[in-house]
């Protein structure tokens, strides 16, 4: 079964706007992680947050945790078309990680 | 941040042969490395966990005499897809985890190599 799921599937947006994907987990967890890979390319990590916090940025990210509801979301700020992968979540513990289906992110300059 | 490479990067062969792919993690000693598989425009798919010095444990479905998993060291995991066939033909892609404690909590961030596409003709 899928840990991760994310949604939207699909996102496309022109540059400039904000981006932004959710996520939700069905187990407890550790914490949570996004990443992102770039067509046919291997993964990048973006940012971690755990469970015991609520929001986290970095840069152009933001990320959100509700874990009552059992969801986070990414916000991508000012998106580039730099910014145009699929993006990832899933949940960090002591155990392996499950992937969901990804939301692939389109930024038409 | 950590490292970690694989190889090669792609690779093409005759259906029948074997194919050995190498993970190292180059900057930081990997107590758990994870191989998944991703088909285009899909997902990753875990194949197995691999422990250093222990067999690596495998998700339903994947073959485990197919796909063969030799974790030697705390820096080096390597996946031999054996008798290679057409089906095969995926994305290959590692990664590294190292759990740490600290006072913050702890945190076991995999760190992903650029994967090895393989191609079975």
């Known amino acids: 079964s899928q840990q991760g799921e994310e949604d939207p599937q699909a996102l496309s947006i022109q540059e400039g706007e904000n981006a932004t994907m959710n996520c939700s987990y069905k187990?407890?967890?550790?914490?949570l992680q996004w990443y992102r890979q770039n067509s046919g390319r291997g993964l990048v990590h973006l940012i971690l947050?755990?469970?015991?916090?609520r929001e986290k940025h970095s840069g152009r990210l933001r990320v959100t945790l509700d874990t009552s509801k059992k969801s986070s979301s990414l916000l991508i700020t000012a998106s580039r078309a730099a910014d145009t992968a699929s993006y990832f979540c899933f949940s960090g513990g002591y155990n392996k990680l499950i992937f969901g289906a990804g939301t692939r992110l389109a930024v038409h300059p | 941040g950590a490292v970690v490479s694989q190889h090669p990067s792609w690779v093409i062969c005759k259906s029948g042969t074997s194919v050995k792919i190498e993970c190292r993690s180059l900057?930081?000693?990997?107590?758990?490395m994870f191989w998944y598989r991703q088909f285009p425009k899909q997902s990753l798919m875990l194949m197995a966990t691999?422990?250093?010095?222990?067999?690596?444990?495998?998700e339903q479905g994947v073959e485990k005499d197919k796909f063969l998993i030799n974790h030697a060291s705390l820096t080096l995991s390597t996946l031999t897809v054996t008798s290679a066939h057409p089906e095969d033909s995926s994305f290959y892609i590692c990664?590294?985890?190292?759990?740490?404690?600290?006072?913050?909590?702890?945190?076991?961030?995999?760190?992903f190599g650029p994967g090895t596409r393989l191609t079975v003709l």
């Open positions: 947050i755990r469970s015991n916090e």
């Open positions: 691999s422990n250093e010095g222990s067999k690596a444990t495998y």
């Open positions: 990664s590294a985890s190292s759990f740490m404690k600290s006072a913050r909590g702890s945190t076991d961030t995999q760190y």
């Open positions: 900057d930081f000693q990997a107590t758990t």
């Open positions: 187990t407890s967890i550790n914490n």
